[in-house]
């Protein structure tokens, strides 16, 4: 998933007052979220903050993130995972995953900070599994009907050759990659939007830390 993804707005937050309204749920104060009754602790959106943080995860930047916006990242990952194991779709490589999950690890020893304490060697390599799932999950269940077609490419290059000043001469094929990782990166947000509107999402209070 593109990490500049912003929060959803169809995310229903819960304040102090309208969590004691609600008879039929009890927030309690470990209690992050309830993502379709699976219930998310502060803890699993500490170690997701971290993870982010000191980007773990090969090929990816540092992100900081706070309490609320971890928590939400957290929430959609949720979503999708559930998806995942109804419909069977999207795996993970045993050699692919011990590869990245090393990676990962010797990035996390490396990070400055002090989040890393709480995080076991077992914690990261199952965090890497999930985003390695999710990853599979979101190419076979969007990335492969997402279509760019020729003309559009060939617009758009020379939409970009025609700015004053620009010196850069992509490439066709560059232009090309470039508009269907936007592509699917708009349709997995589409996504995400879709499956939170039919979820029952109950979301804690959170303070940021």
């Known amino acids: 998933m593109n990490p500049g993804i912003p929060i959803l707005l169809v995310l229903l937050f819960l304040s102090p007052a309208a ?35 000191c980007a773990a995860m090969p090929g990816t930047g540092k992100e900081i993130l706070s309490s609320r916006e971890a928590r939400d990242r ?15 779709l999207g795996m993970v490589d ?26 076991t060697p077992g914690e990261t390599r199952e965090w890497i599994r999930r985003k390695l799932l999710l990853r599979d ?3 076979r269940r969007v990335a492969v009907f997402v279509e760019v077609k020729d003309d559009d490419v060939r617009r758009e290059l020379a939409r970009r050759s025609s700015v004053p000043g620009n010196t850069a001469q992509p490439t066709l094929e560059k232009v090309r990659d470039e508009m269907r990782d936007a592509r699917i990166a708009q ?3 589409n996504w995400e939007t879709r499956a939170a509107s039919k979820s029952r999402l109950i979301l804690s209070p959170m303070e940021d830390r």
Do not use: H, W
Request: glycine share 6%; charged share 25%; with cysteine.
């Open 19 to 53: 969590g004691r309204a609600a008879e039929a749920y009890r927030v309690y104060e470990s209690t992050a979220a309830s993502v379709n009754g699976e219930v998310l602790f502060v803890s699993d959106v500490a170690r997701e903050a971290c993870f982010l943080g």
């Open 74 to 88: 957290l929430v959609l990952d949720t979503l999708a995972l559930q998806e995942q194991g109804k419909l069977l």
């Open 94 to 119: 045993n050699v692919t995953l011990e590869g990245v999950a090393r990676e990962a690890e010797s990035r996390m020893a490396a990070c400055p900070s002090p989040c890393k304490r709480e995080i």
């Open 137 to 139: 999950f979101f190419t």
């Open 187 to 189: 349709e997995i947000r």
